[in-house]
């Protein structure tokens, strides 16, 4: 047994700390949350006051947007109309919602934080060992924090995914820009274009099939945080997961699974497919 004499506990100083945050700062964290609680809303309501048809036909749209693919584009139909069926629509509008929203805000700060980390070689040693720790914490843990500065309902829900889902997009960010081929840089360089025209003329161009990846892997973490998220008040397709569980409903359970899987499906082959699409018109020149 390892010597009692020799433990050090960091759980007196992280609570400390938290709880100075909520005393010191309640009014600044209550003003977020009630920016993430209105946007989170409007979308929501947004997704659930449409008639159904509607975004049946907007999301086939994307499907053959992105893939140019009719049979991609019915199967997309075809699954959510699954959903419906199974008497899941307003559950997976309330679920896309969240993830949107958390995906959006991903995006808001996976972007300028990957190009911050391609270009500082200070930012990149010190961002990276921060999204190792973010992508091997336990996913539970990050609900502890969020709850405590936020409450229960959406708003921590929201703040947890991000923390989860949002490493990937920068590490791909970062990695899409950085692979940008140097004799291209070269000839910007020398047509004399500055940093800026550079970066938003031709490194973020050449790297958008790599950052749509990225985007792709941060949608697919949130929908896994859909479950653990309903721990802590988050509505939708989760909830009904969990209550599954509480009450031994398997049924019910696997229905609401076959909601996330499906919703995961349809968005994963949009996401690819707007990728793919990219990629083969950076391979055309």
């Known amino acids: 047994m390892f010597p009692e004499s020799l433990h050090v506990s960091i759980a007196g100083p992280v609570n400390g700390f938290v709880q100075t945050l909520v005393s010191n700062y309640g009014g600044f964290f209550k003003a977020i949350s009630n920016l993430i609680l209105q946007g989170v809303m409007f979308v929501e309501w947004v997704l659930r006051g449409l008639p159904w048809w509607v975004l049946l036909v907007v999301f086939v749209a994307l499907a053959w947007q ?77 609900l502890i924090p969020a709850m405590m500065l936020f409450g229960l309902g959406k708003v921590p829900a929201i703040l947890a995914t991000i923390i989860y889902a949002v490493p990937p997009l920068i590490r791909l960010t970062d990695l899409g820009i ?74 019910k359970g696997m229905e609401a699974g076959i909601g996330i899987v499906i919703l995961a499906i349809v968005l994963d082959r949009i996401t690819q497919g707007f990728g793919r699409s990219k990629m083969e018109e950076a391979q055309r020149g």
């Open 66 to 142: 992105s893939t140019k693919r009719v049979g991609l584009a019915i199967a997309v139909g075809a699954l959510l109309m699954v959903s419906g069926i199974l008497g899941l629509w307003d559950l997976t509008m309330q679920t896309l919602a969240l993830m949107l929203t958390a995906t959006f805000i991903s995006v808001v700060i996976g972007l300028p934080v990957g190009i911050l980390v391609a270009k500082s070689r200070w930012a990149r040693s010190v961002v990276l060992p921060l999204l190792d720790v973010m992508q091997t914490m336990p996913s539970f843990v990050y």
């Open 178 to 251: 950085r692979q940008v081929d140097s004799e291209v840089l070269e000839a910007a360089t020398a047509f004399g274009g500055s940093p800026r025209q550079i970066l938003f003329g031709v490194e973020l161009p050449l790297a958008v099939p790599t950052i749509m990846a990225g985007l792709n892997q941060t949608i697919m973490m949130a929908l896994s945080m859909v479950v653990v998220a309903s721990m802590i008040g988050a509505r939708g397709l989760g909830e009904q997961v969990l209550n599954g569980i509480q009450t031994l409903n398997v049924g």
